[in-house]
């Protein structure tokens, strides 16, 4: 496995590529979780990751999946597996093991593949599955998680009982996205009905107080202990140079609602984007020559009229602080990020009114 760069590499996993790098099939990746182990099962009990291995590249898997494929009765192929399996541990036949392996076959137990560990592994129940309730997208709500309700859940059904324990894996997998859900916006429709402009504006609800150093939601609130501007480099590194903060989580801690101590808890680093951070935040920002440049306000077409379809009187080409989109007073929606509805619509109101009386078919501004 190649190692990490950048700070901002991710390993994406392909089916292809594992079969290349690994020689591994998908009947040979279920093998290698039956025997090492994994999500639903401790594997077998001598078997490592190197046994497994070779195991699983003798096509045993494959066999397992053409069992299971056509429907075949386990109590039939899996003992015809377990003799093909345990005949390779003692002869390493295909040498594929290294070395033969005679303890581990004598000690082979005689219940595998548990039907029920194959099961979760090919087909694992989704909202998709037989017999359940496929989920509307329309409940789906943006809105701040619940870490009481998240804690109560991994105590409860992923076995993370001690607070120790706890506070570890919820810092190394939860803390960074409740912070970026803050820095999220919510989301208000304004309707112009004079020319029927639909705008849609993401005002961000989070605030911040410069004396404090608090930046805080309805329900949430993240100390900033440090913040600077820095280059970023792997697959961000076009985005040039980003706020990166350190934040304290002692609230996010609180509000997991089991009274855990505050004390010697680990900081957290995260990148933010520029555009989400209230003023003050990054104390330099207003002088500092990485933003001296003027920020661009952000504008996009949400499903334009093509042009030949649209009439001259009513179509019109804006420009807004560089970003390009159409209006057309029949039916138009644009979107963005702080997004100045009065200076939009004045604009707009301009471009029409120049366009009635120019009769242009279209006119930048």
Request: charged share 25%.
């Amino acid at each position: 496995m190649s190692q990490h760069t950048y700070d901002d590499e991710m390993i994406l996993y392909t089916v292809d590529s594992i079969h290349r790098s690994l020689s591994l099939t998908l009947g040979g990746l279920l093998l290698f979780a039956l025997l090492s182990g994994g999500d639903y099962s401790n594997g077998i009990f001598g078997c490592g990751r190197v046994v497994a291995l070779g195991l699983a590249r003798c096509g045993f898997g494959d066999q397992l999946l053409e069992a299971i494929d056509k429907d075949e009765d386990p109590a039939i192929f899996s003992p015809r597996l377990r003799g093909l399996i345990c005949a390779e541990l003692r002869d390493n036949s295909q040498g594929k093991l290294g070395s033969r392996h005679p303890s581990l076959a004598a000690q082979f137990p005689d219940d595998f593949p548990d039907p029920k560990i194959v099961r979760l592994y090919n087909k694992p129940a989704t909202s998709w599955s037989c017999g359940q309730t496929i989920p509307s997208l329309s409940d789906w709500k943006t809105r701040e998680p619940s870490i009481a309700k998240i804690t109560q859940f991994c105590s409860d059904h992923l076995g993370w009982k001690t607070e120790s324990v706890l506070k570890e894996k919820l810092h190394n997998y939860l803390w960074e996205g409740v912070f970026a859900q803050m820095l999220f916006s919510v989301r208000l429709i304004v309707q112009d009905m004079k020319y029927v402009i639909l705008i849609e504006i993401r005002k961000p609800l989070l605030l911040y107080n410069p004396t404090s150093k608090v930046l805080a939601t309805p329900n949430v609130q993240a100390q900033v202990l440090s913040a600077e501007t820095k280059a970023r480099k792997g697959q961000f590194s076009a985005l040039g140079h980003q706020p990166r903060l350190s934040i304290s989580v002692k609230n996010f801690v609180d509000l997991m609602c089991r009274g855990y101590s505050t004390e010697n808890l680990k900081t957290l680093v995260v990148w933010a984007s520029d555009d989400f951070l209230p003023a003050g935040v990054i104390q330099s920002k207003a002088s500092s020559a990485k933003y001296k440049k003027k920020r661009r306000t952000v504008a996009v077409i949400a499903d334009p009229v093509p042009k030949d379809t649209c009439q001259s009187s009513s179509f019109v080409d804006v420009s807004l602080d560089g970003a390009k989109f159409t209006l057309d007073s029949s039916n138009v929606a644009v979107s963005g990020i702080d997004l100045v509805m009065r200076r939009l619509k004045r604009k707009a109101a301009d471009a029409l009114a120049s366009d009635e009386e120019n009769e242009v078919p279209g006119k930048q501004i």
